[in-house]
Structure formats: structure tokens, C-alpha cells
């Protein structure tokens, strides 16, 4: 991420219509925010198993120990509710550390929002295990909502807001069957590297076998006979934009009042580096993660690459790259206090997520809030010998900017932009800049949407800015993401806007610019666009 200061504080005088005003009466000053401290408390979801791994219920609060970072936190709330007797159970802590009766509240219901990653699913394979997902539609009880987005790798689509309606929710899931999936190219470039490297062995042992005194001179090397692969993504790209995708869906859909769990559909991440984003932001936002493997067993060459975990006993045949998939999702889900459902498991993910939530111990602390960006290790203990405790195992302490920029993301990524542009931008030729060419971008921000705060020589705001670019057919490439920090004297009048000069890498086939910025007032995005290169042309060539 890229940071630039914004030292170029000309306030210009809003285009358009100003509200009617008496000559006495001047533009207001803007808004101005109170520095606010972080109080909220991180809730913990925990379940406990004995060796049998069977439930344990009826434990007390003196039957755990909370650690973060190494040191003992205080418990300040802990219930154990049960779905069965609709009821929650539990105590809060006072000050003085006694335990008085918790006030009895509704039942804590479930919040499921369906992330479907369409870059990595096989249709056919989505389909399966989607219809498996309607038919268990009646495992969802009262007060249990569920929300439907979708990632095509382009932009992120709301399918289904939250509801608790089973039939519109059986609609939208039906209605997924017409929905193309970019997994078939990916599945059909790994394929097509795997049989390249496959011939490419063959060749150099036949070559070696017939020349044995000359295998210095004749060994062939992979650029001989590899070629580029099938599938036109490129994995590391894909696999960044589905993480930040499935935090922008955690982050942009306002989520009611209950237990918070998000269901990733998918084929899978290949590195935890990808999966990992996800986790902490997961826990970050009180999200527990349920990835779902849609692939399953992965029977693809198989002789190539199946190894038996024990040669003389029964057992699952698997490979090395369904076992790296595995790994990321069980990883997702255990920093997060969720379940994964892999292989067969997944023709039952809503049944095991059901019935994981049905029972569970809810414990709440509240750490100090610095807002340093800083992940804090979480662990929670039972102190009854012989019993498992899972939740989650990590917080991040998050920035205000840190917060402002996933909004913002969000925002862009779920089309939740204000109805009009607001934002000035205008952009000039390429002109190279350091060794490359680049675009002078001058952007104007109404100041009324800028958080202003009292600083020591005055006031100060800052925004993420992102921006976009994009080719003829709407692809998209994000840029890194740059800061608006305006520090002023004085505050200034609402109407104006300030004005921002910073500049972009060109790139070859962009055709459009479109610029986000948060509006701390209203919560949506604010946006504007400008062409790249010579101005379009209307009618067809000649008229």
C-alpha cells in the first residue's frame, strides 16, 4: 500500500447550484469529528469436547483462563446457550471481579453469509454442491438470516440480502445454475502443465537411455518443451482479488445482531497467503469462517502425483495438491473458531455448520484499544483435565486508517457508490516520469465528506483514495492505494472542495480511470471517472 501526503490544499468553489443564502450569511465551517475511544468487547465462541470428542456442556466461568499475547485477561462475559432450550444461560463480570446472573437475552440467532468464488469453481461442481445447499434450507430455524454474493474475479455481486425467507433464498440458489464459473480454464491449464512435464520426463530418460556417455550435452531443459499454460489467469493475482473480495463481502453487508459466519464456497487457495487475509480480518470483524471444499478428492492424474498416507491400511487416496487446499481451508477455519467441510463433508456443509453452532459457550473481553494494526494471540484454556476447547485464536487491534481503507474497498468492490459522481477528475497525457511514463491526475473532494479532527496546529482529515482502471471490456486493475491527509489552520467552509495533484503508472489498453473516496459523513463511497488517451468518438467511422 502506498501513502502520499496531500500538501495542496486549494479549496475551490463547488460547480452547481448553491443553497439559497442572505447576503449576511456566510458558508458554515464543515463538521467537526471528537477523537473517540475503542471500547467494544472481542466475543469468543468456544466449544468444548471431551477425549470422545462429544460436547461438554454445563461449565462455569471459573472453568476457563483467557491468555492473550502470553498474559492472563479478565473474563468480563461468559453464557453458554443452547439452541435446544432456546435459552442463554451465563454471567457477567463486575468490577470487582464477582459474578453476578447475565440479563437474559433473545436467542442468538445465526448470520450465514454465502461467499460463492466463481474464478476457482467447475460449474458442474458448483451445481452439485449448491443444490445440496438448497435441500438443507430447513435445517435454518427462527430468527436464522442468510445473505447470497458472488466473486467472478471482475467485481462482487450481492445476489441476496439478508433474509430468513427459505423460499427466496431455494430462488437465488436455483438461479446459480445459470451462472458461468472460470474454474473449467484454470482446472484445464493445470492439466495441460502436468501432461507437458509428464512428456518432457519421458523424452529426457529416453534420451539419456540412448546415449549414456553423452547426457552432459543432450540434457534438455524444461524451457525446451514447456509451454505457456492453458489458463489465461494468473494464480496470484486471482487468489489476492477472491481474499480481498471475501473481505470486502464480511465488511460492506451491515449485518444483524446475531452469531456471524461466513460459508466460503470454493476449490480452494493454494498458499496461506491468501488465506490468511481472510482469517484475520474474519477475526477482526467476529466473523467464524465455514470454508466449503467444492472439488472434493482431486483423482486428476493420478498416477502421477496419489500418495497412501500407509501402504498396509485403509485410507483415503489424496494428493499433494488436494492436501495443500485442505490445509488452508482447515486453517481458515480453526484461527476463526469455524469447521471446515472437506471431501464428502461438503454435500452436508449447512447440516455440520447447524449443528456446530447449536450449542457453544460465548465469552467476551475487552482488551485496551490502541488502534496500532497489531494481531494479539488468543488462548483459551478449560481447566478441567481431558477436555478441548476451539474458538478463535487471534483479534488485530485495527487503525482508524485500517478501517477506512477496507470500507472503502468494500464499498468499490460491492457497487455501493454514491447514485451521482462527486468527485472532480481530470487527467493529462502520459509523460515519463523516473524511467516510465505516467498520468497526471488532479482530483477534486468536497470537504463536507472529510472526517476533520482537532489537531495541534489546527484541524486534520485523511481518506483512502482507490483507483481503478479499466479496458474496453470493463477489466479491471487495481492500483495501489493512496492516502488524502489534509492538515489546516483553520476549518474550511462546506461547498468547496479540496484539491488533491498525484500521478499513475500508464498502462497499456486502459481506456478509464475510476477514482473512490470514503465519505466520513455518510458512510457510501463517493466516485468519479475520466477517460484515458484521445476522447471517444460517437457514430460509426465516417458519419
Avoid at 372 to 380: A, C, I, Q
Avoid at 394 to 411: G, P
Avoid at 472 to 487: H, T, Y
Wanted: one cysteine or more; charged letters at 25%; glycine letters at 8%.
Amino acid at each position: 500500500m502506498r501513502s502520499l501526503s496531500v500538501l495542496i490544499l486549494l479549496f475551490l468553489a463547488a460547480d452547481g447550484p448553491a443553497p439559497a443564502q442572505t447576503p449576511e450569511e456566510e458558508p458554515r465551517p464543515v463538521q467537526v469529528f471528537e477523537e473517540s475511544v475503542d471500547v467494544h468487547v472481542v466475543n469468543l465462541e468456544a466449544v468444548v469436547t471431551d477425549a470422545r470428542g462429544e460436547r461438554v456442556t454445563g461449565l462455569t466461568l471459573k472453568d476457563f483462563r483467557l491468555r492473550i499475547d502470553g498474559a492472563e485477561m479478565p473474563i468480563t462475559f461468559f453464557s453458554e446457550i443452547d439452541e435446544k432450550k432456546r435459552s442463554v444461560s451465563g454471567e457477567v463480570v463486575t468490577g470487582s471481579g464477582d459474578a453476578e446472573p447475565a440479563a437474559e437475552p433473545a436467542w442468538r440467532s445465526r448470520d450465514i453469509l454465502v461467499f460463492l468464488d466463481e474464478t476457482t469453481m467447475v460449474e458442474a461442481r458448483r451445481d452439485l454442491v449448491v443444490r445440496s445447499l438448497a435441500r438443507q434450507l430447513d435445517q435454518l430455524t427462527a430468527g436464522d438470516q442468510m445473505a447470497v454474493v458472488a466473486f467472478s474475479g471482475s467485481r462482487l455481486e450481492v445476489l441476496c440480502e439478508w433474509t430468513g425467507d427459505r423460499t427466496r433464498l431455494a430462488s437465488v440458489l436455483a438461479a446459480l445454475d445459470k451462472r458461468p464459473t472460470r474454474g473449467i480454464r484454470d482446472e484445464a491449464g493445470r492439466r495441460q502443465m502436468a501432461n507437458d512435464a509428464t512428456f518432457m520426463a519421458e523424452v529426457m530418460a529416453a534420451v539419456q537411455a540412448d546415449e549414456p556417455a553423452n547426457r552432459e550435452s543432450t540434457q534438455l531443459t524444461g524451457s525446451a518443451f514447456a509451454g505457456p499454460p492453458l489458463s489465461p489467469f494468473t494464480p496470484l493475482s486471482r487468489f489476492r482479488q477472491v481474499s480481498e473480495a471475501a473481505i470486502a463481502a464480511m465488511q460492506g453487508l451491515p449485518t444483524p445482531p446475531g452469531r456471524k459466519m461466513m460459508m466460503l464456497f470454493s476449490e480452494g487457495f493454494h498458499s496461506p497467503a491468501f488465506a490468511r487475509p481472510v482469517a484475520l480480518e474474519a477475526n477482526r470483524l467476529g466473523y467464524s469462517l465455514y470454508p466449503v471444499d467444492v472439488k472434493g478428492l482431486d483423482t486428476f492424474q493420478a498416477q502421477n502425483d496419489v500418495e497412501r498416507t500407509a501402504p498396509s491400511s485403509f485410507a483415503l487416496v489424496t494428493t499433494g495438491f488436494d492436501r495443500e487446499i485442505d490445509h488452508n481451508l482447515q486453517y481458515m477455519a480453526d484461527t476463526t473458531g469455524g469447521k471446515a467441510a472437506l471431501n464428502s463433508n461438503r454435500m452436508g456443509a449447512l447440516e455440520r455448520l447447524v449443528e456446530d453452532s447449536a450449542s457453544y459457550y460465548l465469552l467476551g473481553f475487552s482488551p485496551i484499544w490502541r488502534g496500532d494494526d497489531r494481531g494479539h494471540k488468543v488462548e483459551l484454556a478449560v481447566t478441567r483435565p481431558g477436555l478441548q476447547v476451539r474458538t478463535r485464536t487471534s483479534y488485530i487491534d485495527a487503525s482508524h486508517r485500517t478501517r477506512l481503507s477496507l470500507e472503502a474497498d468494500a464499498a468499490l468492490l460491492l457497487g455501493k457508490l454514491d447514485a451521482q459522481p462527486r468527485l472532480i477528475v481530470n487527467v493529462g497525457e502520459p509523460a515519463p516520469a523516473a524511467g516510465r511514463e505516467e498520468i497526471a491526475v488532479t482530483l477534486g473532494v468536497p470537504v463536507g465528506s472529510l472526517a476533520f479532527f482537532r489537531h495541534e496546529t489546527g484541524f486534520r482529515a485523511e481518506a483512502p483514495i482507490v483507483v481503478v482502471m479499466l479496458d474496453e471490456q470493463g477489466n479491471r486493475r487495481d492500483l495501489p492505494q493512496i492516502w488524502l491527509k489534509v492538515e489546516v489552520k483553520e476549518l474550511p467552509r462546506e461547498g468547496t472542495y479540496a484539491r488533491f495533484n498525484f500521478s499513475l503508472p500508464a498502462r497499456a489498453g486502459a481506456q478509464k480511470i475510476v477514482v473512490t473516496v470514503h465519505d466520513a459523513v455518510s458512510g457510501e463511497a463517493l466516485w468519479g471517472e475520466a477517460r484515458l488517451g484521445p476522447p471517444a468518438t460517437e457514430g460509426r467511422p465516417g458519419e
